[in-house]
């Protein structure tokens, strides 16, 4: 059984730039959560998706985006990078079935660095 | 305003010894709670979670208690081992119209010493 991967592992942008990160879901899950953790911080909800389509999402402003893609892997994209965009992006991995998820796997995560 | 409190920033025990992670909540639509583990360059690892109904749930070493009138839920960690040593992590799961976001503490750094 494969786990979650993510990629890249460390990355650098400047500020104003646009970002692709990239998941791919454990083998058999059909949901991908993204989360942000910035340095001394827990983990925060960006957003959810389910078979492709967004299934909630939390306080983060519309220049983060995602997608899901068939096989069920992921991208979060974010435009106009900030400096305080600088973080750990943790995407997280499940299996929903009807009203209830299994408990989520994460991945290794993506360091962001803004400059 | 933060849902899901760690107040101990950093935990030291000796090696045999049992370590108490503790996590408070303030949100009472919370069903589920999770501890996960996370080592320096890895993502957090599951542990343990517990659902609303139970005030208790067991793996191995690691205990979890709830307390649901407190808000209140516990990790027992027995015995304590140094490859223990890691940050832990509170999280409490919030269903939000069909997806179950998880909400996260700032974390508790345990040093298990030998």
């Known amino acids: 059984e494969t786990g979650v991967t993510q990629s890249p592992t460390h990355l650098i942008k400047t500020r104003g730039q646009q970002v692709t990160l990239r998941c791919s879901s454990q083998?058999?899950?059909?949901?991908v959560s993204w989360y942000q953790q910035a340095l001394g911080q827990g983990p925060q909800f960006i957003f959810q998706?389910?078979?492709?389509?967004?299934?909630g999402r939390g306080n983060f402003p519309p220049r983060f985006s995602g997608l899901q893609f068939p096989n069920y892997s992921s991208e979060l994209n974010v435009n106009a990078l900030e400096l305080d965009d600088s973080a750990l992006y943790l995407c997280?991995?499940?299996?929903?079935?009807?009203?209830?998820?299994?408990?989520?796997?994460f991945g290794p995560g993506t360091r962001l660095t803004v400059l | 305003d933060q849902q899901v409190k760690q107040n101990s920033p950093s935990l030291s025990v000796q090696e045999g010894r049992i370590s108490i992670l503790n996590c408070d909540y303030t949100?009472?639509?919370?069903?589920?709670f999770l501890w996960y583990k996370k080592y320096p360059a890895e993502g957090p690892t599951f542990l343990i979670s517990?659902?609303?109904?139970?005030d208790k749930n067991e793996d191995g070493r690691f205990t979890v208690f709830l307390n649901k009138s407190a808000k209140h839920l516990s990790l027992h960690i027995v015995p304590s081992q140094p490859g223990d040593s890691a940050v832990y992590f509170c999280?409490?799961?919030?269903?939000?119209?069909?997806?179950?976001?998880?909400?996260f503490g700032k974390g508790t750094k345990l040093t298990v010493n030998p």
């Open positions: 997280a991995s499940s299996l929903k079935r009807g009203r209830s998820t299994d408990t989520q796997y």
């Open positions: 083998s058999g899950h059909n949901t």
């Open positions: 998706y389910y078979r492709e389509e967004e299934n």
């Open positions: 949100n009472s639509m919370f069903d589920y």
């Open positions: 517990i659902s609303s109904i139970k």
């Open positions: 999280a409490a799961s919030a269903t939000q119209g069909g997806s179950e976001k998880l909400v």
